[in-house]
């Protein structure tokens, strides 16, 4: 998947250094809900893990050949989001050097694009911290409208006391 500034493309090992290099920056992860990363080792540990499967994307800035960010859907049964029969849930986030440029958004566009085209999933949710209103503002001008829900995730790193907003995109 691509388009004139950037690519989707599955994570490979030997991206984690550059994962390193943008995930230790603790004002990306806990604005998305998870632990800045400690060493380029998890990192690594992460790309064999959590990102690898068939639904997660490296961000890539075509002019650098460099992973700038990740994107992804999966399932949505294990987090506190109120979800239809599992309906995927998606998340993203994008190295700081390159917030409010309009990437984040062309790379969910792409997803949704690529995920109307392949599968037949009805629905897409997600949610994003109150205090994050960027991430709002990304899944808006893709399409999702707000639930009027919200939610805590206390099992998310600094959830606790931290609102979800809950949005969802009808696919059908
Ligand atoms: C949220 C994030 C992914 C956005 O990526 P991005 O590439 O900067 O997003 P875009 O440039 O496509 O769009 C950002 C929008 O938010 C807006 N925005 C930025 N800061 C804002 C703020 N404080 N309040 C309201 N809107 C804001 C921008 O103006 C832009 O909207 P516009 O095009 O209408 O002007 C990025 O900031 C990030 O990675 N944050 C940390 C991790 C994270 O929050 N992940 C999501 C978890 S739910």
Redesign the pocket.
């Known amino acids: 998947m691509e388009t004139d500034r950037i690519l989707l493309r599955l994570w490979r090992e030997s991206d984690a250094e550059v994962l390193f290099k943008w995930a230790s920056n603790p ?7 998870w632990p800045p990363h400690k060493s380029v080792e998890e990192s690594l540990e992460i790309i064999r893990t959590l990102f690898n499967n068939d639904t997660t994307w490296a961000i890539v800035l075509k002019e650098t050949d460099e992973a700038i ?1 990740a994107i992804g859907y999966g399932p949505s049964c294990d987090c506190n989001l109120p979800a239809r029969d599992c309906e995927p849930i998606v ?6 050097p ?11 566009r792409m997803m949704i694009e690529n995920i109307r085209e392949t599968t037949d999933i009805l629905s897409l949710i ?4 109150i205090d ?10 893709c399409g999702f409208l707000a639930t009027g829900e919200t939610c805590i995730d206390e099992t998310q790193y600094m959830g606790k006391d931290r609102p ?1 907003r809950v949005l969802r995109l009808e696919l059908s």
């Not at 994050?132 to 001008?141: I, L, Q, Y």
């Open positions: 004002d990306v992860g806990s604005r998305a809900g960010g998340g993203y986030w994008i190295a700081k390159y917030w409010n440029q309009g990437i984040c958004t062309e790379a969910l997600s949610g994003h911290f994050n209103p960027a991430s709002g503002r990304v899944m808006e001008k979800i």
